[in-house]
């Protein structure tokens, strides 16, 4: 029962790729994003790129999720596309999880492309690959279940996009990505530490950069799980809230 169900998920997902994320300007765009990101920070200080370079790892994987989840979600409800596919008989989570699905597997693609260019144009080295693979997938997969979570309050396109900036752009600057979460205020470090992206940029950074970290690696993994289930039952959640209204 639980293959078949997942399997329904997995179709989801397979539609979503092949009608919103593999068409020529998203292609471009993903693959534009990540170069643009690691250029910006290496004509900035090439000597210190290797340092920011797991956290410009976690931020592409951050903004090409969540975006792609928003976008969908919100262009279906938009049209109702939604509503028919609710009306399928396929459990509402099922959906949610199929439309998380097809956008952390973007996601992870553009990840890959930014992990392949910091690992072989800077010289870094996976360490731990089975632990970088592991933290990547749930990482994504959290961003995912992030983007569904702010779109399924919204319905226009342009709302998800803001309500998106709002989470992430803090994000950014609260999660270690530029410098060390050790060297905030406590407060800072607090809100810090109940973000997602806190996880994902310190396991980058154990497996690429050994030695350096906040947490052991497993423990980074084993929180990314957590907030894939928190996050995606609480997006559960508020769309049946929002669907009785």
Avoid: H
Avoid at 121 to 132: D, E, H, M, Q
Avoid at 197 to 209: E, G, K, P
Avoid at 210 to 233: H, K, T, V
Wanted: charged fraction near 15%.
């Amino acid at each position: 029962m639980m293959g078949r169900e997942l399997k329904k998920a997995y179709y989801i997902a397979r539609k979503d790729l092949k009608a919103y994320y593999l068409k020529p300007p998203l292609i471009s765009w993903g693959l534009m994003l990540p170069i643009v990101f690691i250029l910006a920070f290496y004509l900035r200080n090439p000597q210190g790129i290797q340092e920011v370079s797991p956290g410009l790892v976690g931020m592409t994987m951050l903004f090409s999720t969540t975006s792609m989840a928003a976008i969908v979600i919100s262009f279906e409800k938009r049209i109702d596309a939604l509503e028919r596919l609710l009306m399928a008989p396929i459990p509402m989570r099922i959906i949610l999880l199929g439309k998380g699905l097809g956008a952390a597997a973007f996601g992870w693609c553009m990840g890959l492309i930014s992990l392949i260019l910091v690992v072989f144009v800077f010289g870094l080295k996976a360490s731990y690959p089975f632990s970088l693979l592991v933290s990547s997938l749930l990482s994504c997969l959290a961003f995912a279940f992030l983007g569904i979570l702010i779109s399924v309050g919204v319905r226009e396109v342009f709302e998800a996009m803001t309500l998106s900036n709002f989470f992430r752009f803090p994000m950014i600057f609260l999660c270690g990505v530029f410098f060390p979460l050790t060297s905030m205020p406590l407060i800072l470090q607090v809100i810090g530490y109940g973000l997602p992206l806190t996880y994902s940029v310190d396991a980058f950074r154990q497996s690429l950069l050994p030695g350096e970290g906040l947490l052991n690696r497993w423990i980074d993994i084993l929180i990314l799980a957590g907030f894939c289930l928190a996050l995606f039952e609480w997006a559960v959640f508020i769309f049946k809230k929002r669907s009785q209204e």
